[in-house]
């Protein structure tokens, strides 16, 4: 049975598939909800003068922000490359 | 002579499938947008019209396999395709009446399995191809789409729950916005390619077009815009199944859903095991919600949903097959076509009209 399925589904790219999907799928709304926190973060210690910890929650979001960004790029990419 | 009418109506017939499947599945990209504010929707429309139309010219990489993968390339004629074809538009335009979600894509193939049935029968149709392509990847994409979405917003949740709602939810609005567009161009990209690809195969068919020349521009410009007319016309039944009678969702689900939908999309297509973006998407809706609470998700819309997606392939292959007999009735000519495509249009109006008179669209604030 499960040699009629691998000869009928390329089992490969199917366990990759599912892989990558778990990843960049639950990995791009991790990143961007850290954004958000760090965003939010950032304007509370701001609010507070807490100078410290606005920089450290500021550079939270960018580099958050840039994540999202760069899994933009390689997903036009992906689309382009097809 | 009769070669040239069956070609001018087959590609008029893949421009009206182009058109359904921009109208049809214009919902996978905007409901969610829509329905948690991220974008009014009249705007959240014309931008998917927009990225759709430049997601076509993205990746010229010829879809003239379209077909090849569930039927013998040599079965292919001009009547067969277009009796796929009246399948396809026949099923996404009962779906588009009932409001359900479902797959263009396997309402093609579908039709064009029906047809070639008829046409040929069981020797030219592939049946490992129809498995491995289309039963297999039909249970694989809501099930992984559901996982990601329902583990994402988990996460999310983790992260913001102590977070003002406020702030929360303006940031993962202008999320939804990128998101939203990675679907668009996502879909402009994978599905005017079918209608660019079944264009092709009738030019070549009919001697019109050589085997190894390229997809003419002037199929390329037709078929990006008949999906953004057709996305910019706005399937608003199915938008309001999508946006808000699967759940009621909050911008974190929104953006879970479509992030999460876009990036398995986008793997699935990486890795060559294409996946349908509306199964994905629906999915990804019911996994957002049921990710909150089990219960968030309305289970009988759900399996409504479920039932659509098992029937797509049965029913376009026999309106396909149906259609593809009706046709031989008036012979190999190019009568048959011409008869079946304007009954098929007159059967589309009086669709449209008893609609039109049985109330509004999704409500829009």
């Not at chain 2, 567009?181 to 001697?207: C, E, P, R, S, Y």
Request: hydrophobic letters at 55%.
């Amino acid at each position: 049975m499960s040699a009629l399925f691998a000869t009928i589904v390329d089992t490969k790219a199917l366990a990759e598939t599912v892989a990558a999907a778990l990843v960049a799928g639950v990995g791009i709304t991790i990143v961007f909800s850290l954004a958000i926190l760090g965003a939010s973060l950032f304007g509370e210690a701001r609010r507070d003068g807490r100078g410290g910890a606005a920089v450290a929650a500021a550079g939270l979001a960018l580099v958050a922000l840039g994540a999202c960004g760069a899994a933009i790029v390689v997903g036009i990419v992906v689309m382009i490359s097809k | 002579m009769d070669a040239d009418v069956t070609l001018v109506i087959v590609v008029g017939t893949a421009l009206a499938f182009d058109f359904t499947n921009g109208f049809h599945d214009t919902a996978n990209v905007v409901a969610t947008s829509i329905s948690t504010r991220a974008m009014a929707p009249r705007i959240a429309i014309a931008y998917a019209a927009l990225l759709n139309f430049a997601g076509a010219f993205i990746s010229l990489e010829v879809a003239a396999t379209v077909a090849d993968d569930v039927v013998e390339a040599s079965a292919i004629t001009p009547t067969v395709v277009f009796a796929g074809l009246i399948g396809a538009i026949a099923w996404n335009l009962a779906t588009w009446y009932y409001g359900l979600p479902s797959s263009s894509s396997h309402a093609l193939l579908g039709g064009v399995v029906g047809s070639t049935l008829a046409a040929v029968g069981t020797s030219a149709v592939l049946a490992d191809g129809v498995f491995g392509k289309i039963l297999i990847p039909a249970v694989v994409a809501p099930i992984v789409a559901f996982v990601v979405g329902a583990l994402a917003i988990v996460c999310a949740y983790r992260i913001v729950g102590r977070l003002r709602p406020g702030s929360v939810n303006r940031g993962y609005r202008l999320g939804q916005v990128a998101s939203g567009g990675m679907l668009a161009l996502a879909h402009g990209t994978n599905d005017a390619q079918k209608t660019m690809g079944v264009i092709t195969l009738a030019l070549v068919a009919n001697g019109t077009l050589g085997a190894d020349e390229g997809v003419p521009f002037w199929v390329v410009v037709s078929a990006a815009s008949a999906i953004a007319l057709g996305t910019y016309s706005g399937g608003w039944r199915i938008i309001r199944t999508m946006g808000t009678r699967i759940i009621k969702m909050d911008a974190a689900q929104g953006f879970s859903a479509q992030g999460a939908g876009a990036a398995v999309i986008l793997a699935s297509s990486h890795f060559g095991f294409p996946l349908s973006t509306t199964q994905v998407i629906s999915g990804g809706v019911m996994g957002a919600g049921a990710g909150k609470r089990v219960s968030a998700v309305r289970w009988g819309v759900a399996g409504n949903i479920v039932a659509a997606w098992l029937l797509t392939f049965p029913a376009a292959a026999a309106v396909g097959a149906a259609t593809y007999g009706v046709t031989r009735i008036f012979g190999t000519g190019a009568v048959g076509p011409v008869i079946v495509a304007t009954v098929a249009l007159g059967l589309v109006a009086l669709a449209f009209a008893r609609r039109a008179r049985q109330g509004a669209p999704v409500p829009v604030g």
